[in-house]
């Protein structure tokens, strides 16, 4: 009997235990239910917020891009050239070479959406010249001006308009050196290189004459562009062909008679000359005219890709000509123009070459000379 109550007290004790157990397994079942749904809770709620973040973010960015790319539409939108005008101050605009500088402006301003003007007397007459600037700067009230530089005396008027914030950029004179002082407010200049084609200048004609005879040296006036040309071609045929005579340069003008006439003189004084160099854009049809009337064949190199000096070369009266950049020079200045009033920079100095241009390489020239006609026509230049 004993042994049977202990029997069922043993009984009922595994039973507690294993009631026990199970309940505490049951508890811990649902306490990670509990965790579980939790942690799975934070994480979608976590991920959720990363996703929102990313989202704004990515939003905030294409805002931001849209809002750049509005205001640079906006911006260039805002410029029209014809609401800026820009012009070109020159003298003697009825010289064919003249013409080529003008054209060169002329056209790519136009190319670039402007309206340019021309304030430039038929006259080589430099108190014409500005009176026609002044006048013509106020009343079209210019914001951009490409100033030929005659000589110095066009300095006072580069300072008066870049001292009312008007750029102000030339074309033809490299302003180096001392000569930055004297332009005081110029930006930019355009030129090619007066005493590197001075120096091939005198190279090629030293060779063709055999180092040997007379040689002349001409200029239209004496201005920094071709004192700097002349001066080069006599220290380089100076110090390579030293059984030469260089006489020393003459001033030819600007009426093609008159130079002529003095181009013939120089010939009859020296029985001997065998080569005439000019600096100017006339100078061939100077040397060819001389050459014609005292019958003697020289060498005769001369400046710019004219049409009548093209002919000349063709025809073998001239033998080569200073191919200087001037179509190219101007309107690499309207460009100037045009990238400072947008707001840009621009380089001081930019140069060009120019290179010598014999009978068999005058193609290429006539091409250039039929498109400066045809711009001159558009314009109504005469």
Not at 74 to 80: C, G, H, P, Q, S
Not at 204 to 217: N, S
Not at 220 to 249: H, Q, R, W, Y
């Amino acid at each position: 009997m004993l042994n049977f109550i202990k029997l069922i007290k043993s009984l009922k004790e595994d039973s507690m235990k294993k009631i026990l157990v199970i309940s505490m397994v049951i508890l811990f079942a649902i306490s990670m239910v509990f965790i579980g749904s939790s942690c799975k809770t934070t994480t979608s709620t976590t991920a959720a917020a990363e996703t929102t973040a990313a989202a704004e973010t990515t939003a905030a960015a294409e805002t931001t891009a849209a809002a750049e790319t509005t205001a640079a539409a906006e911006t260039t939108a805002a410029y029209n050239p014809k609401d800026h005008p820009i012009a070109m101050g020159m003298f003697l605009k009825v010289h064919p070479v003249v013409r080529i500088m003008i054209a060169g402006f002329l056209v790519r301003a136009k190319e670039l959406g402007y309206e340019p003007l021309l304030f430039a007397p038929d006259e080589a007459d430099a108190s014409k010249a500005y009176t026609l600037l002044e006048a013509g700067m106020a009343q079209h009230k210019v914001q951009g001006l490409c100033q030929y530089i005659f000589d110095e005396s066009v300095a006072q008027y580069i300072k008066k308009y870049a001292d009312q914030g008007i750029p102000v950029v030339t074309g033809h004179t490299a302003v180096v050196g001392d000569m930055v002082k004297t332009y005081p407010g110029l930006k930019a200049w355009v030129a090619c290189s007066a005493v590197e084609y001075g120096k091939e200048a005198a190279m090629d004609i030293g060779q063709k004459v055999g180092g040997k005879g007379t040689v002349a040296v001409t200029e239209g006036s004496f201005n920094p562009t071709e004192n700097a040309c002349a001066n080069s071609f006599i220290k380089t045929m100076k110090e390579n062909f030293p059984n030469i005579k260089v006489l020393d340069p003459q001033e030819e003008g600007f009426d093609t008679p008159t130079a002529i006439q003095k181009a013939t003189a120089i010939m009859q004084a020296n029985p001997d000359i065998v080569a005439g160099y000019s600096t100017t854009g006339a100078g061939p049809s100077t040397w060819a005219g001389a050459q014609k009337n005292t019958g003697k064949k020289i060498i005769i190199i001369g400046n710019d890709y004219s049409r009548v000096n093209l002919d000349l070369v063709k025809s073998g009266e001239v033998y080569a000509i200073v191919a200087q950049p001037l179509y190219q020079e101007f309107a690499k200045d309207a460009e100037l123009l045009d990238t400072i009033l947008r707001g840009g920079t621009v380089p001081f100095d930019n140069l060009m070459p120019a290179p010598l241009v014999h009978k068999d390489e005058v193609g290429p020239y006539y091409e250039l000379v039929d498109k400066i006609d045809e711009a001159m026509k558009t314009f109504g230049i005469k």
